[in-house]
């Protein structure tokens, strides 16, 4: 299987924490506090000069986070993670014990520089994966066209661009001149060559081969595909799932819980029973101490980074094989998922259809491209299409092109799109009609034999275009539309997964069925307008429970936004802007395989997330038992933490690597 990009190497936390100040301050409280350490626990002496050296520690490694405490504290009046550390430490130094006072210190620096330094590490790697567009272009100006070096920032829309051989592209835009093979892998996941020329499209970022290539602008460097793409991803580090949300209301909530029990547990059995506060001989049999290291354990450190690492990671993995989730939200959504239904045009199949006949209502049996009045009905219904983006609208547009009539009709006037069932138009002050089989019957009165041509193609899979003028029928044409090599087999992996499937099409019963039955979908529900698809959304839901909405991020706004997960399958050459803002999840490269690898690593992701939060409430649970027995100590609680906290972050990093797709993905 192809490789995506590998990961880059990062500063290690070695690294992180020699360079860093707070990082030299935690090592040099280490250095200062270790000796003592083993002078006081492994060789069991007593010195004047470990208490300094303890203190001495304590001040260094803790002075950002008593800094930090300080200022959460007095200037707004909130008790966080640094408040509590910073009183254990004080109180150990109270009642004698230097020595925990400052490894309590030390250690929770190094927790909190590797929780930084984890978090880095995550949010980099996608930086770095998708920071890859040149700084600078070569344009060419004036008559001569003589090239010039420039920043990408001073390009313009409309600026021509020279792309040599084996270079980067630096900008969006459209060939203008030469055809070469260019590597897409920053755009699509995935290092596969694909051929362009003269009127295709190119993206920033993506690696020219071996023809030079002039190149039309289309947008500034701010706006290109792979920035909004780095744009995006970084937003969604930012979108929460519910279960961090949860996370971040728990830990607001034990947090001065377990503080407020630490004081009942350092105060009350004194108070109330006579026990020792304070032990001078030994100061872990006082309460007082067992209320600090209670301080200890109320930190949420592991708690609070368990979910973040996972979803960050995630998000950045799908990242690097062409799968973008807009947030943690759709990442947990996905992972609950007990359906999914996909729209039929440009899903399922490519969305490039291609007219297959034409005929004419006064011709009945040539339809060539010869025909006057068969080529009459191209070009008024090319006219119309001209308006619009749909897909049928743009083959048939192609088709007045192919048989030279696309100047026959001025471009329409007062276009309207009838949802999920035609369009209408004004073309040389005539009202054109142009729908579906099912917009026809129910509108405009059409003979009984093109009737049977319209349900005979339907039967064949092709989409029937039926079309009038004032109320007059005039003729059909028919499209096909191939299915993706890749829909197929991405059924058969979402089967396996256990995942009822259902296509949604505004097409006839008859061509829904025969492409469900080509794609092995034993669930197909035709005849379907727009309002349609979300109640076909909702009753599934009510049936099933969470539904995922797969279309091309064109034509689906509406079941996209109805379904709990909207994935929009966006293609280098097509859906590609659009899909990008219009769903939860965008799956790049016109693939469909990418789904059942988003699906897995959502499913994966949220597994590490519970894990990941069972091992630290966990920990905290256990520790708390033995604090208030009597038998845990301070040190041991925050090393325990700390602990706990490298457990979270390493299983949460794995999801950088792994899970990986089963297969090698295409580009559109």
Not at 651 to 656: A, D, E, K, T, V
């Amino acid at each position: 299987m192809k490789k995506a990009a590998p990961l880059p190497s990062h500063p290690s936390f070695i690294h992180h924490l020699s360079h860093s100040p707070e990082g030299q301050l935690a090592a040099l409280g280490a250095v200062l506090v270790l000796p003592g350490l083993i002078w006081t626990e492994v060789l069991a002496r007593e010195s004047g000069l470990v208490e300094y050296c303890s203190l001495a520690a304590l001040a260094v490694a803790g002075w950002p986070v008593m800094i930090s405490a300080f200022q959460s504290l007095v200037r707004r009046r909130q008790l966080n993670i640094n408040v509590l550390m910073t009183t254990a430490a004080i109180g150990a130094v109270f009642i004698g014990a230097y020595t925990e006072a400052a490894m309590v210190m030390v250690l929770f620096s190094v927790g909190e520089l590797l929780e930084s330094h984890a978090s880095r590490r995550a949010r980099q790697s996608i930086r770095d994966l998708m920071q890859v567009a040149p700084e600078e272009a070569t344009r060419l100006r004036g008559s001569a066209a003589e090239p010039q070096r420039v920043p990408v920032g001073a390009l313009e829309v409309g600026d021509r661009i020279v792309i040599r051989p084996g270079e980067r592209i630096p900008m969006d835009g459209v060939i203008a001149l030469g055809s070469s093979m260019v590597n897409q892998a920053p755009i699509t996941g995935e290092s596969r060559l694909v051929e362009l020329s003269a009127g295709d499209t190119v993206y920033a970022g993506t690696v020219n081969g071996p023809g030079a290539l002039e190149v039309v602008v289309s947008r500034p460097a701010s706006d290109t595909t792979i920035s909004r793409m780095i744009r995006l991803i970084e937003d969604a580090h930012e979108r929460k799932a519910p279960a961090q949300r949860f996370v971040d209301r728990f830990a607001q909530v034990y947090t001065p819980i377990v503080a407020a029990l630490a004081l009942v547990v350092a105060v009350g059995p004194p108070l109330f029973f006579g026990e020792t506060f304070i032990d001078t001989s030994l100061a872990s049999n006082g309460w007082l101490y067992r209320g600090l290291t209670l301080l200890v354990v109320a930190c949420p450190c592991a708690l609070v980074l368990s979910t973040p690492v996972c979803i960050i990671s995630a998000i950045t993995n799908g990242a690097r094989f062409g799968v973008l989730f807009k947030g943690g939200l759709g990442l947990e959504e996905l992972s609950q998922v007990r359906a999914v239904a996909f729209d039929k045009t440009g899903t399922l199949t490519e969305g490039a259809p291609t007219v297959v006949s034409v005929r004419a209502a006064r011709c009945h049996d040539c339809g060539g491209d010869d025909c006057t009045d068969c080529n009459d009905l191209v070009a008024l219904v090319s006219a119309v299409g001209r308006r619009s983006e749909h897909p049928l609208a743009r083959a048939i547009v192609d088709e007045s092109v192919h048989r030279g009539v696309e100047t026959y009709y001025p471009v329409a006037a007062n276009v309207a799109a009838l949802a999920g069932q035609g369009m209408v138009g004004q073309v040389d002050g005539r009202h054109v009609e142009v729908g579906s089989h099912r917009y026809f019957d129910e509108s405009i009165p059409h003979d009984a034999d093109h009737c049977r041509h319209a349900g005979e193609a339907a039967a064949e899979g092709l989409t029937p275009v039926l079309v009038s003028a004032e109320g007059s029928y005039l003729g059909l044409l028919t499209l096909s539309d191939s299915i993706r090599r890749t829909s197929q087999e991405a059924l058969q992996m979402l089967r396996r997964m256990r995942l009822k499937l259902v296509m949604l099409t505004g097409d006839s019963s008859q061509t829904a069925e025969k492409v469900g039955s080509e794609l092995g979908l034993a669930e197909t529900v035709a005849d379907l307008l727009p309002e349609d698809k979300v109640e076909a959304i909702q009753s599934l839901r009510n049936e099933l429970g969470k539904v995922a909405m797969v279309g091309d991020g064109l034509n689906d706004a509406p079941a996209l936004a109805t379904a709990d997960v909207g994935i929009a399958l966006g293609g280098t050459a097509g859906g590609t802007d659009q899909a990008l803002e219009s769903a939860d999840i965008t799956l790049l490269g016109g693939d469909l395989r990418r789904l059942p690898f988003a699906l897995k690593l959502s499913r994966v992701a949220m597994n590490r997330v519970q894990t990941n939060i069972a091992i630290a409430i966990g920990l905290k649970v256990v520790f708390l038992g033995l604090v208030i027995a009597g038998l845990g100590t301070m040190w041991m609680a925050v090393a325990a933490d700390v602990g706990t906290t490298i457990l979270v972050t390493l299983n949460g990093l794995r999801l950088l690597r792994t899970p990986r797709p089963e297969r090698t993905f295409e580009s559109a």
